[in-house]
């Protein structure tokens, strides 16, 4: 679990109301989830909050104290990767002394970085009355102006810190993304410069002077300063935030002794010293970072997270430990969490490549393609020698609906490389969409015949398997199906189609362990479970075919499908023992009153005749012919009319499955 999501929202008693005896109004206090922690931060995060705890419930406690102690709990929480609970603390804080500048600037600063903006904006306005000469405030509300889109007044704003000592890189940078916004290019790149010449290691500015130059078409320029490497970033004088920690020395001989550790393989020794390494110099991200590197490499996900994390409380804008973050993130599934700091990253580090590869693949797997694609683009643009981002976006490209643009990026790529076994995956996919299908089956067969790799084979026969099946060839499919899935055993998209091709082939038992293998890893794949219903169905399992619709529908008591299908189970099974028409009448009526279809209506007039109410069923159907006719339906007129001659002879509709219904 991620620090933020262990976040527990609890209230203490004696901070949800006022402090006895002193007349303090004191706001819930968040207390923080101390799991993950170190133990000497936690013991540290504990004695402050219970200090916090006395002095509020002492008669003599003042709000002056009371703010500074306050103050100086949500400062650690800031320290430790805690924004909530120290903007909980802020707030009162700021409440208890007004007059105090640090407080009240603290909470607009942890807003901004928690995307608050108007909350942000609010606090700051406050701070800025309290210290109209802050320089610091003038930059944060500009910024803030800016992105709430009131271009004159972030320009204001800029424009009164651009002479302060130390803001001119960053003053200019924010009136040359304003100039650009407004389509004054030529002024854009002039402030952009000057932020270069004050701070030339700062890459976001070259992002966006390229750009710029590559908007008036000056490319050769613009290619200069994208391709233009590092990780500087914009900085500005913060003494607030400067102040939040302090280093120690004297940590050489336990660098030494974790290094060399880790080079033995004996990763608890490493561990062990180079958190001393961190206990001592709290404050420099090269240490967190060999520790992050090191728990992770041992398989210590979470505590890795937890460092990174320490680390951009105290360096938010340290690219190494959100890259580092975000990869040990999308390792524990929290994938949203991830994204957010990989978006962060391409905005701070603008010509990150391994960045925006990383979160267009999550956001490709999220299903936002468009971005994928940009994200991708991009990094083409600054790294075009990567023969894999071409193929990853040309992949992109096809889901997209760009299957020509694909096949001819992807072209150019074998021109190349002639042997480049995903580029031949991916033309495949390409040429199936554009209508190609044979082509489409030579460059799959093609990468088998390569001897690529048993993943990349792996999807060519997924590929292969898929395009059998459409063709009405699921006997060829299964073959290559099964191939896939020995080698990509937990692809469910894979299994499911191995389901569908075994089915085909009449295979039910085999399509009933293929569901069943998909329901392993995910329970509630609702698709999975319908499939092995009607897979038990067809293989003539109907007692095990109830009991797992009735299991389904415990863990997915909404689902439609389900209930439909369990009704009609219900109503029409072979075997005695699995019938039950008076719960298939009410199932059905249920099911009808959501969604009245043909089908769920035929479902209600079979119940009626389980139920021996061989009249209603015949009301029913006679209804289900009619708007069968007025539909436009009349190739199923037929088999409805046989259906109402057989509720005239007083017959039950038996196993309708069998017949496709």
């Known amino acids: ?104 600037y603290l909470l607009g600063t942890v807003r901004q970085e928690r995307r608050d903006l108007e909350g942000a904006r609010s606090a700051l306005l406050a701070a800025r009355e309290l210290a109209p000469e802050a320089p610091a405030v003038g930059l944060r509300l500009a910024q803030l102006e800016f992105e709430l889109g009131d271009l004159a007044a972030a320009e204001e704003l800029y424009l009164g810190v651009l002479e302060a000592p130390g803001f001119a890189a960053a003053a200019s940078y924010g009136l040359g993304r304003i100039a650009a916004a407004r389509g004054d290019l030529p002024l854009a790149i002039e402030r952009f410069e000057r932020a270069l010449a004050d701070q030339p290691e700062a890459s976001q500015v070259r992002y966006q002077l390229g750009i710029a130059l590559r908007r008036t078409g000056d490319l050769e320029r613009a290619r200069e300063q994208l391709a233009d490497r590092g990780s500087g970033q914009l900085s500005f004088p913060d003494p607030v935030l400067e102040g939040l920690g302090e280093g120690a020395p004297g940590v050489e001989v336990y660098l030494s002794a974790g290094r060399v550790a880790r080079t033995q393989g004996d990763f608890e020794t490493a561990i062990a010293a180079f958190r001393k390494v961190v206990e001592a110099q709290p404050d420099e991200p090269d240490h967190r970072a060999v520790l992050g590197a090191t728990l992770l490499e041992s398989g210590r996900v979470e505590e890795s997270v937890a460092v990174y994390r320490e680390t951009l409380a105290r360096h938010p804008g340290d690219a190494a430990a959100l890259y580092n973050l975000a990869l040990g993130l999308v ?86 490389d002639p042997g480049n076994a995903e580029a031949l995956v991916v033309l495949g996919a390409a040429n199936e969409a554009l209508g190609s299908p044979g082509d489409a089956l030579a460059a799959w067969q093609a990468v088998l015949e390569l001897g690529a790799g048993a993943e990349t084979e792996a999807r060519a026969r997924f590929f292969l ?3 059998y099946l459409q063709r009405g060839q699921p006997a060829a499919a299964v073959d290559h199906l099964r191939a896939a899935a020995a080698v990509l055993p937990d692809s469910s998209q894979l299994r499911l189609l191995l389901a569908g091709a075994l089915g085909a082939v009449r295979d039910f038992d085999g399509a009933v362990a293929q569901y069943s293998a998909v329901l392993e890893r995910d329970p509630a794949d609702e698709n999975a479970s319908f499939g092995k219903a009607i897979s038990l169905l067809l293989a003539g399992r109907e007692a095990e075919a109830r009991a797992h619709l009735e299991r389904s529908l415990e863990a997915a008591p909404a689902s439609l499908p389900l209930r439909h299908l369990l009704a009609r189970l219900l109503a029409t099974a072979v075997e005695p023992s699995v019938r039950d028409g008076a719960r298939a009448l009410e199932l059905a009526r249920e099911v009808f009153e959501r969604a009245q279809t043909l089908t769920h209506a035929e479902t209600l007039a079979m119940a009626h005749a389980e139920l021996g109410q061989f009249d209603a069923a015949l009301e029913w159907q006679g209804r289900i012919i009619e708007l069968a006719r007025a539909g436009g339906q009349s190739a199923r007129l037929p088999e409805l009319e046989a259906r109402r001659t057989q509720f005239e002879r007083r017959e039950p509709v038996r196993a309708p499955w069998r017949e496709g219904h």
């Open 1 to 104: 679990m991620s620090r933020q999501a262990a976040l527990a929202l609890v209230v203490g008693a004696c901070l949800a109301a006022p402090a006895a005896g002193a007349g303090l109004e004191i706001t819930p206090i968040l207390r923080p989830s101390l799991d993950g922690f170190e133990p000497p931060v936690a013991a540290l995060l504990t004695e402050r909050l219970e200090r916090l705890e006395e002095l509020l419930a002492s008669p003599e406690a003042t709000a002056e104290r009371a703010a500074a102690e306050l103050g100086r709990l949500g400062k650690l929480y800031l320290v430790y990767s805690l924004p909530e609970a120290a903007e909980s603390c802020f707030v009162n804080a700021a409440r208890l002394a007004p007059g105090e500048f640090e407080w009240t």
């Open 465 to 467: 398997g898929r395009s």
């Open 331 to 416: 390792e524990l599934g929290e994938v949203e969490e991830a994204k957010a700091h990989l978006q962060r990253l391409v905005e701070l580090v603008p010509d990150h490549v391994d960045g925006r590869v990383n979160l267009a693949t999550l956001c490709e797997q999220s299903g936002d393609l468009a971005r994928a694609e940009a994200l991708l683009a991009e990094a083409i643009a600054l790294d075009p020698y990567q023969p894999g981002l071409r193929v990853h976006r040309a992949s992109v490209l096809t889901s997209i609906g760009r299957a020509t643009e694909a096949r001819r990026d992807l072209r150019a790529v074998l021109d190349e």
